[in-house]
């Protein structure tokens, strides 16, 4: 059983340029598992397909605007999506002291 925390406790963070990089993965993610197109998200979320392109290879930040407009396009709400990245953050966390299940530069697991 998963447990839920409260939304009051703070989050300890990965490295900026990390979470960038797993936000934009979450959102391929997601999009591919529902079966949408890049361009069809950009439709979707009244963004450029270029835009979605770097938020997904985490070369941009999103803005909390889009950060709404893609978690609707996704059918989500942003604080799943929000709740949903906290979640993998604290996991990433939790595995950063096994050397062999984390990149060294990122944080990120290895595949």
């Known amino acids: 059983m998963n447990s839920v925390e409260p939304l009051n406790q703070p989050v300890p ?13 979450l959102i ?22 270029s835009y979605i392109s770097s938020i997904e290879s985490g070369k ?3 803005s909390i605007g889009k950060l709404f407009a893609l978690s609707n396009a996704l059918r989500l709400s942003p ?16 595995d950063r002291d096994d050397a062999e299940s984390a990149d060294e530069d990122t944080g990120l697991p290895l595949t």
């Open 79 to 94: 604080s799943s999506l929000v709740n949903i990245l906290v979640q993998i953050n604290r996991s990433i966390l939790l």
């Open 13 to 25: 963070l990965l490295h900026p340029t990390t979470l960038q990089k797993l936000t934009g993965n």
């Open 28 to 49: 391929r993610r997601l999009r591919e598992l529902q079966g949408i197109s890049q361009g069809d998200l950009a439709r979707m979320s009244e963004a450029n397909l």
């Open 60 to 62: 941009n930040n999103i």
